[in-house]
């Protein structure tokens, strides 16, 4: 069988449009081949969606093209090139073990990166192997799933491929190499890298690509570039306030790390939220709380910031007024975030529509919660089935008036209580990943070759709003513990 009449028979359909641009924006490099590629997951509906035959896929010839032992027809390899302030401080980057082969042309006409991740060296890697171990390649899978199925914007996962090579961290680890679809990889960093490192006409090429690439739809008004940033301050304002609306903490909101297409990338020591405390952190080098959950609205607005910086040139040819403009575009972002989260937030109390007492009704009931160290994601699901909340909460004096205050509030509004439960149901999560049921599931997959704990979670975690029996067991905190949670980069 030709390579062409493999191409047509999975579906794949690549064009590389990130190639078109000047050079300095990436590195052509080819995979580095491993030794017995095998598959250990692979997402069917994503696969569909993209226009993919799943079984095709599984075939011994496209495993070993998801390994980067071959190239696809159309692909064009190549490692990307991008800066970051990494904790506040700034660095050159770049794809130092993840290769770019090409953006995938659906059967509807989207278009979406294919990128391998873990697939060796490249010119990037400064002191890295290049490779990627299979427990962080599956935890990706996980959460990056999970927030999909919870309607938050995500890079997603395709497949995860073991390379039957050890990686060498702290201990040696079994080799994995993850393809990840996104709707770019486009990111603050790309503009920092370009702005410090290449010319004008450069960042005006990144610019406009990036407009044609996710915003070709939008109004360019008068200036394209303050439009472009608008644009990118709208969808991460309202990317943030999802995050904080089901508790999700990304763990390194560095700049490298903010896709302008507005989608959650990334997933290094990311988690959930267990006991409501906007002090949470959970990635082991965040050591200052940097990144905990409380702060993710700043930095959000912190890495904007950046990238206005870096499109001071194309604002205005005057750097005052470019200096104005930019001013301007940045103060929006805390109303945005507001908006958005205020929001959700009353969604999330079966609340249709806007009334002044409504925002310091929200922040009582997340006082009452973190004075009682309440569940976060139970509490809301306690109020959306019209149950008693956890037990230390539910006793509380304070909390009594709260609930007789925000059934008052809901008899205010037109819709029925009927409705507004059924509201609660579709904005609160009956589940999510819970950090030790996905811990669980790691164990037997990495440790004993047992993906069936991993495959329960996922199918339960794809419908995370049905409030079915059988995800009861997942909704569970894990046994009390003397030792925080902590996660890891997963390098």
């Known amino acids: 069988m030709n390579e062409h009449k493999s191409n047509q028979e999975t579906g794949w359909n690549f064009e590389n449009s990130y190639a078109r641009l000047p050079e300095v924006f990436y590195s052509k490099v080819d995979p580095t081949p491993v030794p017995s590629p095998k598959l250990v997951i692979l997402n069917e509906s994503l696969a569909s969606s993209l226009g993919l ?6 075939s011994e010839r496209e495993v070993a093209a998801m390994a980067g032992n071959r190239l696809p027809e159309g692909s064009e390899p190549l490692a990307q090139a991008y800066a970051g302030h990494q904790f506040g401080y700034f660095t050159k980057l770049g794809d ?4 770019l082969l090409g953006e995938q042309i659906t059967p509807q006409g989207k278009r979406f990166d ?9 010119p990037y890697s400064r002191q890295g192997d290049g490779r990627a171990a299979l427990g962080p390649m599956l935890r990706e899978y996980i959460i990056s ?4 199925a919870l309607g938050i914007p995500t890079t997603r996962s395709l497949a995860v491929v073991t390379t039957g090579q050890t990686v060498h961290r702290e201990t040696g680890l079994p080799g994995a190499v993850l393809t990840r679809v996104a709707a770019s990889h486009l990111r603050v960093g790309t503009f920092q890298y370009t702005a410090h490192w290449g010319e004008t006409e450069e960042l005006r090429a990144l610019a406009d690509y990036t407009w044609d690439r996710h915003f070709s739809e939008a109004d360019p008004g008068d200036n394209r570039y303050l439009s472009l940033l608008r644009e990118v301050i709208e969808r991460q304002a309202s990317l943030i306030a999802k995050w904080q609306l089901v508790g999700f903490i990304h763990g390194v909101m560095n700049t490298d790390n903010m896709a302008l297409s507005g989608e959650t990338i990334d997933y290094g020591p990311c ?3 267990d006991i409501y405390d906007p002090a949470t952190v959970f990635s082991s080098i965040d050591r200052h709380g940097r990144y905990a959950y409380g702060n993710q609205p700043e930095i959000g607005a912190w890495n904007l910031t950046r990238l206005a910086e870096a499109l001071l040139p194309l604002l205005h040819e005057d750097e005052e007024q470019a200096l104005k403009l930019a001013e301007t575009a940045l103060g929006a972002f805390a109303e945005r975030f507001h908006h958005h989260w205020v929001g959700g937030m009353r969604a999330k109390l079966g609340l249709f529509n806007e009334k002044p007492e409504d925002v310091p009704l929200i922040k009582r009931l997340l006082s009452l919660m973190y004075k009682a160290r309440a569940d976060y994601t139970n ?13 230390d909460l539910e006793n509380a004096d304070e909390f009594a008036a709260w609930r007789e205050d925000w059934q008052a509030r809901r008899g205010r509004q037109e819709e029925s209580i009927e409705a ?3 509201l609660m149901r579709r904005s609160n999560p009956a589940v999510i990943p819970r950090n030790h049921r996905v811990e669980e599931a790691l164990e037997a997959a990495v440790e004993h070759g047992d993906t069936s704990v991993m495959q329960r979670l996922l199918a339960v975690l794809a419908k995370p709003y049905d409030y079915e029996s059988e995800q009861e067991e997942y909704c569970s905190l894990p046994d009390p513990s003397g030792r925080p949670y902590r996660t890891y980069c997963g390098t």
């Open 53 to 58: 035959d799943s079984e095709a896929l599984q």
């Open 96 to 99: 130092g073990r993840a290769i």
């Open 145 to 148: 799933e999970a927030m999909h």
């Open 114 to 122: 294919i990128q391998l991740k873990g697939p060796g060296r490249t």
């Open 379 to 391: 509490t809301f699901r306690a109020l959306s089935l019209d149950r008693p909340v956890e037990a």
């Open 420 to 422: 507004s439960q059924e």
């Open 271 to 273: 988690a959930f939220m």
